[in-house]
């Protein structure tokens, strides 16, 4: 149809398997702004994007997720693969770029000879042909064309050599190609043979295109020759034969022993955290100087008045409790980045395959699970991969008790109560500890759960774990940087007006209605006269009515209102807790560092009533264990809700994990008491 | 005939058969493992569950119920 093509610009999609590089291609040929869209069903945002300015073409181009076959294996997959026929929101691509990984070219071909078999206009990429010279071979896109009879480019996804070509592929072919794609449909009997037959046909093809590099002498020294000369005098074992990468299979003897590899496993994981802690630590404290100086700042540049608090303790507090955070998300996803890129994450998984599976999960659980550590937003969407539905809800449930790095700045404090300076290195032990109970205690809810599931899941679907093991390689800064960045960008953007949001209305509460409260000032300075005036205000403030309110399910745990009042706050998002404490208790921040002032305004503050100490070491400890259990972040319930497709999922979420939060913190404290530690 | 979940470490065998009656068969045939194909086992995870296998030049780890519908020669 003309008009169609006149009016909007033709869509071009990726498709391949896992890992045979469609995102890098798509970051290759695709201009700045990037959106994002729903892929259906697999609710996961797929990015879409103008092809860059530089090539001048006018076509927009969608990644998507990585899929093995064009006949789905589970409902899940069958939703993924229609919405290439017939995308909901943006239609049918008019081109599809099929990657195909050369190194592995025998399986990525199955999928474009379905892709072709369904009628789609497909042009192939051959991905990774750096990697296939590195094995001393090469492909000839030429009789590769001739043999699949659709134009094949080779594109260097690292180097971006070879994009040009493509792209004038992609011109030429959009303009040719008619016929409607329609979806293959087999009889279920058919479908193994017509796969069999299918990879007859591409082996056939596979030994016509591919052949051995020409060895260059010149190109090597002398002991580079030599040592090659020994190679190939040397007769070939079993697994050269099967063309794996030599490195890949010595690095697995080790990582994947069967004794040490576990070993190995968790020093690598322990590493990780550590290693997060250690370089997010100065950052954080720098972010945290640099906010309460600016705050300061404006404090004093605008005096104490309306405007004033508002801008020192609403907005740029308020602020800042969102970017102090920040260095540890980027740290977290870039070691995850790195980890990930050098293909261990696989291996991770495998690892952890038999004992998930014994508590109703999946190794291919472990990655989501991993990502929750950094943000439980992208882990639940992660949790995609897996394509058992009961695997993949269950995992889904227990993603928001991984201790996400919305938790650190909370722990963090709250640590920094319990511990007498110059003994930080006990902080890290706290803290990892916190971690291993966090990790604990999800385990014991998946087994809980994964038993109750059974009745209220009906459907069984087949539990199977199938992964390839990508070859290792050296992570690529530049891509796990620039993977980084999106992933800090996207986190802010979706947090950050939700935290500030809250963090103003924590301030609206605690300043209003008794503004300008009126004290007694005789004989006392400027400084005093701030202080006596900021608690006149709380006192009288909306928050310190809800605060009335909530006493009553404060008072068991051993905290007051005004802890309650940051309970509710944080469940806006975790991170909250501290600005709102840090308002609530009207920290004065003079030179010292914001947390160093909430720290202080604890320690003396009392229970009202009592007039005994508010935060001792059972409510501290009391604090940390309700934060490992609640659930208190908005983004985490919208994104569950929307993956699992109801409410079901994450209200029990809620309330399941926040009346756990109570009772267990109802537990520790007066337990603590009992045993005599106040 | 064996099975490849019977394979023992760097143990070759060639695929003869796939157990069509597992749920998980098409997708093993799907990602390499048909009929004829060299496989060797590379790696078993802690408990001998799940293995890695060679097969067409790359690694890919299964169940091990899911290799016994694999028969090798
Ligand atoms: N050496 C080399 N590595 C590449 C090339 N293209 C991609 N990679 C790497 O291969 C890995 C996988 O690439 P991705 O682009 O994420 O693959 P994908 O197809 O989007 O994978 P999924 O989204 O998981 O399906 C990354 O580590 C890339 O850096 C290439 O041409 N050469
Ligand atoms: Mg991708």
Redesign the pocket.
């Given at each position: 149809m003309i008009t169609d093509s006149i009016i909007s610009v033709p869509l071009i999609t990726l498709v391949g398997p896992p890992n045979a590089g469609?995102?890098t291609l798509f970051n290759l040929l695709s201009g700045k702004n990037h959106k994002t869209v729903n892929y259906p069903g697999a609710t996961v945002e797929y990015a879409i994007s103008k092809i860059h300015a530089k090539y001048n073409l006018k076509a927009e181009i969608l990644?998507s997720?990585?899929i093995i076959s064009l006949i789905p294996s589970s409902p899940d997959e069958r939703v993924a693969i229609e919405a290439l026929f017939s995308h909901p929101e943006i239609g049918m691509p008019d081109l599809i770029v099929a990657t195909v990984d050369s190194t592995q070219l025998s399986r990525h071909l199955l999928l474009v000879e379905q892709l072709l078999q369904a009628g789609f206009n497909v042009i192939v990429a051959l991905t990774m042909t750096d990697m296939l010279h590195k094995r001393g071979m090469d492909i000839s896109a030429a009789l590769l064309e001739e043999e699949l009879n659709c134009p094949v480019a080779k594109i260097n996804g690292r180097t971006g050599s070879g994009s040009r070509e493509l792209i004038a592929l992609i011109e030429r072919r959009l303009n040719s190609h008619q016929g409607v794609p329609a979806p293959l449909s087999f009889e279920k009997s058919m479908q193994i043979d017509m796969l069999i037959n299918s990879y007859r046909d591409i082996e056939r093809i596979e030994k016509k295109v591919l052949y051995e590099l020409p060895v260059k002498p010149d190109s090597f020294n002398l002991t580079e020759a030599n040592k090659k000369l020994v190679l190939l005098n040397q007769p070939k074992s079993s697994i050269d034969n099967l063309r794996l990468d030599r490195t890949t299979v010595q690095i697995d003897n080790i990582l994947l022993h069967k004794v040490w590899g576990f070993l190995f496993f968790f020093l690598i994981m322990s590493l990780t955290f550590t290693s997060i802690f250690w370089f997010a630590e100065p950052l954080m404290n720098l972010v945290d100087k640099g906010f309460s100086e600016l705050a300061d700042f404006a404090q004093s540049f605008l005096g104490h008045n309306v405007i004033g608090d508002l801008i020192s303790s609403g907005i740029i507090s308020g602020t800042g409790s969102v970017m102090v955070f920040l260095p540890q998300i980027i740290i977290l996803f870039l070691i995850l980045g790195l980890l990930e890129d050098t293909g261990y994450l696989a291996r991770g998984a495998m690892l952890v395959d038999r004992p998930l599976s014994k508590i109703g999960l999946n190794g291919r659980s472990f990655v989501p699970m991993l990502s929750g550590f950094a943000c439980a937003i992208p882990a639940i969407l992660a949790a995609r991969t897996i394509p058992n539905k009961k695997e993949r809800l269950l995992t889904v449930f227990i993603i928001p008790l991984m201790s996400c790095s919305a938790r650190l700045p909370v722990y963090t404090l709250l640590i920094a109560f319990l511990i007498l300076p110059g003994k930080l290195w006990l902080g890290g032990i706290l803290l990892a500890a916190i971690y291993i109970f966090s990790i604990f205690s999800s385990i014991i809810t998946a087994s809980l759960i994964n038993k109750l599931k059974n009745r209220i899941i009906t459907e069984e679907d087949n539990s199977s774990f199938i992964l390839e093991l990508p070859s290792y390689r050296m992570p690529k800064l530049s891509i796990v940087l620039y993977n980084t960045y999106s992933s800090a960008k996207v986190y802010l953007k979706r947090a950050g007006p939700v935290i500030l949001f809250f963090s103003l209305s924590i301030w609206f509460l605690t300043y209003f209605p008794n503004y300008n409260p009126v004290v007694e000032s005789e004989g006392l300075s400027q400084n005093q006269i701030v202080q006596l005036q900021n608690a006149e205000r709380l006192a009288g403030s909306y928050a310190a009515d809800l605060g009335k309110f909530i006493q009553p399910v404060m008072t068991p745990i051993g905290m007051d209102w005004r802890v309650g009042v940051s309970l509710i706050a944080a469940f806006a998002a975790r991170e909250v807790f501290v600005s709102s404490l840090a308002l609530i208790f009207k920290v004065t921040s003079d030179d010292e560092k914001l947390q160093e002032s909430i720290l202080a305004a604890m320690r003396t503050a009392t229970i009202e009533d009592t007039g005994k100490k508010l935060f001792t070491t059972s409510t501290i400890i009391g604090l940390i264990v309700f934060f490992v259990f609640a659930l208190q972040c908005l983004s985490t319930i919208a994104v569950s809700r929307k993956e699992t497709g109801g409410w079901r999922i994450p209200v029990l979420q809620l309330v399941i994990f926040t009346s756990a939060a109570y009772i267990f913190t109802f537990i520790t404290v007066n337990g603590l008491r009992f045993l005599g530690l106040d | 005939m064996k099975k490849a979940s019977e394979l023992n470490f760097g143990e070759k065998g060639i695929i003869n058969e796939i157990d069509f009656t597992h749920p998980s068969s098409r997708r093993i045939v799907e990602v390499g493992f048909t009929p004829g194909q060299e496989i060797v086992l590379i790696n078993k995870s802690i408990f001998n569950d799940p293995l890695a296998f060679a097969v067409r030049g790359t690694l890919i780890a299964i169940r091990k119920n899911e290799a016994e519908c694999i028969k090798v020669a």
């Open positions: 469609k995102t990644d997720p990585g | -």
